[in-house]
Nanobody, 121 residues
């Protein structure tokens, strides 16, 4: 089970860190990712991190502004977001999968409930 938190309202140009906590003892064996879904749009890939934390991948739209990280001792994954833009407004979901990383929604086995990030202009 994944539980995302930390969303909120932030002004454009601001920053925010969202978190996702996993239950269970095998968190460190899963590759983790963040996706987001804006109103009326499909869910899209944001960032992914390998089980060890040694490898990360980002969507072009967030590269250089967002940083994904994890703490396996706390069963947690984080998304640090800076220089936020109104187009970053969305519900952000954490997801987990085994195997190599993927940007496809279909490849993830477990999903959190989402946390809303709203960026005002």
């Amino acid at each position: 089970q994944l539980q995302a938190s930390g969303g909120g309202l932030v002004q454009a140009g601001g920053s925010l860190t969202i978190s996702c906590v996993a239950s269970g003892r095998t968190f460190s064996t899963y590759n983790m990712a963040w996706f987001r879904q804006a109103p009326g749009k499909e869910r899209e890939f944001v960032a992914a991190i390998s089980w060890s934390g040694s490898s990360t991948n980002y969507a072009d739209s967030v590269k250089g502004r967002f940083t994904i990280s994890r703490d396996n001792a706390k069963n947690s994954v984080y998304l640090r977001m800076i220089s936020l833009k109104p187009e970053d407004t969305a519900v952000y979901y954490c997801a987990a999968r085994r195997g190599s990383w993927s940007s496809s929604v279909r490849h993830y086995d477990y999903w959190g409930q989402g946390t809303l990030v709203t960026v005002s202009s």
